[in-house]
C-alpha cells in the first residue's frame, strides 16, 4: 500500500533540533486520507523512536514506538487538518524559540533554506495533518528524552504525485 522512496534530514545548525521526512509512494486506489494515515501508522517505517535520525534500512526499526509514544496507542483518529500556515508557523516558532544556553545563537541561512524546503512540501499538497499529542499516557519507557524541546509531526498527501510526506520536527 506504501513504500519509502526517499529520506530528508534538515539538521538545525550545531543543535540537536531536526527535520526528519520519509517519502512514500502509495497506490492510486486508496479511497481517502483516513485509510491513507492508518496504513501510515501500519507501516515498518513509522515504528522510528526518533532518538536517532531515521534509517528505513535499520533493523532498529520497532512497530512498539513511534516518537515518545508506544505505537498502540496512535491511528489514524490522532490526525487533524492543519493548513500550510499552521504548520509553517509551528516549526518557524520550534525552530527560533528555544531556550538556548547561547542568548547569541540563530538558524543560519542553510537551515533556513532546509526549512523552505520543508514548507514548501507543506504548500502543495492535497491534505495536511498534524498529529495530536496523545498525551504521557502513551509514553513509552525513554519517551520523555525525545522532543523535549517539542515534538511536532505533520502528514501532508499529495494525491496528484501518489506521494505521502511524514515530517517529524524533534530533537534527540
Not at 502509495?26 to 501500519?42: F, H, K, Q, W, Y
Not at 498525551?135 to 506521494?163: K, P, Q, S, W
Amino acid at each position: 500500500m506504501l513504500a519509502v522512496v526517499d529520506t530528508a534530514v534538515v539538521a538545525l545548525d550545531d543543535t540537536f533540533l531536526r527535520v526528519d521526512a520519509v517519502v512514500f509512494r502509495t497506490r492510486s486506489e486508496i479511497a481517502d486520507d483516513t485509510e491513507l494515515l492508518g496504513a501510515l501508522v501500519r507501516h515498518r517505517a513509522y515504528g522510528h523512536d526518533y532518538a536517532s535520525p531515521f534509517d528505513p534500512d535499520s533493523p532498529s526499526l520497532s512497530r512498539i514506538r513511534h516518537g515518545r509514544w508506544w505505537l498502540w496507542g496512535l491511528g489514524p483518529d490522532q490526525f487533524v487538518p492543519c493548513t500550510a500556515d499552521e504548520a509553517r508557523t509551528t516549526l518557524t516558532r520550534w525552530a527560533t524559540e528555544q531556550d538556548w544556553s547561547d542568548s547569541g545563537s540563530v538558524v543560519s541561512d542553510t537551515a533556513w533554506g532546509g526549512l523552505a524546503e520543508v514548507f514548501g512540501w507543506f504548500e502543495s499538497e492535497t491534505s495536511l495533518y498534524r498529529l495530536v499529542d496523545p498525551g504521557t499516557a502513551h509514553e513509552h519507557n525513554y519517551g520523555f528524552v525525545i522532543g523535549a524541546c517539542g515534538f511536532h509531526e505533520f502528514v501532508a498527501i499529495d494525491r496528484a504525485n501518489h506521494l505521502v510526506r511524514l515530517v517529524v520536527a524533534t530533537d534527540d
